[in-house]
């Protein structure tokens, strides 16, 4: 069963369909991994109290600046490994996917020890309230601790995604999943280990899916299976890895790391509006996701469509992904709108907590709709292996004009809604670069010379 082909050629058969069976399985799969820090959110705000649901959520910043660096080599490394497959390049496939895993164990090592060490320093920095910081730094730091699942089961899940096989990743995410809710409570409810419990419960279940991935990977017959001897970074991939990958790479960890300074706004109101900020977040990683899972098949279905010499193809598959994506999304921002209270209930049932999320949700979320044009038009433009664009616009908007917004806002507005109106500032300003962008062609003439 394991070594039975379960990748998917996107350079032929219904763009829609091809689209929509890749990203159906990575949007389910993306739920399941936001529920690992969902659930956590949940069981420690009903079960600890609104505090701890508060140092959860500030450490949301803190985690995303460190693994960015990675997930955007894990971007690039995808590319690549999709391109050779499209081009049917078994060698490239290979050494790619070597390269690649050897260089998430590397990173893995740095982010650790990073994590370890620099945590309670950065917590202090963005001016984490007294009641919050310690139970902010044990979960940082058990967290980071165990980082390397969650680094090993992403650029697994990444290489099969490359391929077209977006199936086995979310069955290993939901069974994960499963069992990081059953530790939750058990750490949380019957041995009272508080917010140390759910990181223990985290990290369990990512090294269990990433042995999973890794597994089916080593028993594959294609030319994608790990194979651990074979470990070496090769000079060829690597340069392809990080020249796709790093813009992508330093633009996510930028970006991450400038929202600490957001969170740091947002820590000057106390923990009630903390605690509400951080409900308003875990819905919020839901909310986008569509639009997200639609713009990685995006890369990937433009990818292995270019690998082909199929450009027109390619572009057809940009315009499907984007009304895809506005639609579902219009629909999701609708449903969250509607059931706004009943939605903040989950993790917390103080008034106040649930004041601050209402506003938070009904102010912002409607932004998602044009941001859905950042996400498909920058996917398309990193599956061409024109990755530095959509990193030097990302990182314009949602660092440089995010807290030039706050920095010269806040002098005059002194509002958690101002606050967090950053977000949407900076989504519109960059889904309109991206657009211009992608039309302009600059993507189709650099690979008209590269070829």
Same mark, same amino acid.
């Given at each position: ?5 379960? *990748? ?23 739920? &399941?991994?936001?529920? %690992?820090?969902?659930?956590? *959110? ?26 960015? /660096? ?34 998430? =164990? ?52 990444? #290489? ?12 290993? =995410?939901?069974? !994960? ?11 949380? @409810?019957? &041995? ?7 990181? +223990?419960?985290? #990290?369990?279940?990512?090294?269990? !899916? ?35 990958? =790093? ?6 960890? @930028?970006?991450?790391? !400038? ?5 740091? +706004? ?13 409900? %308003? ?29 199929? @450009? ?42 649930? *004041? %601050? ?9 409607? &932004? ?25 616009? *990302?990182?314009? !908007? /949602? ?5 030039? +917004?706050?920095? #010269? ?25 991206? +657009? ?16």
């Amino acid at each position: 069963m394991a070594g039975q082909r379960k *990748s998917v050629d996107m350079t032929q058969g219904s763009i829609w369909k091809l689209l929509l069976s890749f990203a159906l399985p990575l949007l389910i799969g993306q739920v &399941f991994q936001q529920l %690992y820090s969902t659930v956590d *959110s949940i069981v420690v705000g009903r079960f600890v109290g609104k505090e701890a649901l508060a140092a959860i959520g500030s450490t949301g910043s803190l985690i995303n600046s460190l693994i960015g /660096f990675f997930t955007g080599l894990s971007t690039g490394a995808g590319v690549v490994i999709s391109q050779a497959f499209g081009a049917k390049d078994e060698k490239g496939v290979h050494d790619a996917v070597h390269t690649a895993l050897l260089l998430t =164990l590397l990173a893995a090592i740095f982010c650790t020890l990073l994590g370890l060490i620099a945590s309670p320093t950065l917590l202090r920095m963005m001016d984490t309230p007294d009641d919050v910081i310690g139970e902010a730094t044990i979960y940082l730091r058990i967290y980071f601790a165990g980082i390397i699942g969650l680094m090993f089961y992403n650029m697994g899940a990444g #290489i099969l995604r490359a391929v077209g096989d977006s199936r086995r990743p979310l069955y290993f =995410l939901i069974f !994960s999943a499963s069992v990081n809710v059953v530790l939750d409570l058990l750490f949380v @409810i019957v &041995f009272h280990l508080g917010v140390a419990g759910v990181a +223990y419960a985290t #990290i369990l279940s990512q090294i269990l !899916s990433a042995t999973l991935t890794l597994f089916v990977l080593s028993r594959s017959n294609e030319s994608y299976r790990f194979i651990p001897k074979d470990l070496v970074i090769r000079k060829p991939q690597l340069k392809r890895i990080v020249k796709i990958g =790093l813009p992508t790479a330093v633009q996510t960890s @930028i970006v991450s790391f !400038s929202n600490v300074f957001v969170q740091g +706004y947002i820590n000057a109101f106390q923990s009630s509006c903390m605690a509400g900020w951080a409900s %308003y977040n875990r819905l919020d990683a839901f909310a986008w996701l569509a639009m997200m899972c639609l713009g990685m098949a995006n890369t990937t279905f433009v990818g292995q469509n270019l690998g082909a010499g199929n @450009i027109a193809r390619a572009k057809r598959g940009v315009r499907t992904a984007l009304i895809m994506a506005i639609i579902s999304t219009a629909a999701i921002v609708a449903g969250l709108m509607l059931f706004a209270d009943e939605a903040l209930k989950l993790f917390n049932s103080d008034p106040e907590v649930i *004041s %601050y999320g209402r506003n938070f949700i009904l102010w912002l979320s409607p &932004f998602y709709i044009p941001f859905c044009f950042s996400q498909i038009c920058g996917g398309a433009l990193r599956g061409a292996g024109d990755a530095m664009p959509p990193a030097v616009i *990302s990182v314009g !908007s /949602f660092v440089f004009f995010r807290q030039l +917004y706050l920095f #010269i806002g806040t002098k005059f507005i002194t509002s958690p809604i101002f606050v967090g109106m950053a977000y949407p500032a900076g989504w519109v300003v960059a889904s309109a670069l991206m +657009y211009i962008v992608y039309k302009s062609g600059r993507w189709e003439r650099k690979l008209a010379v590269r070829t």
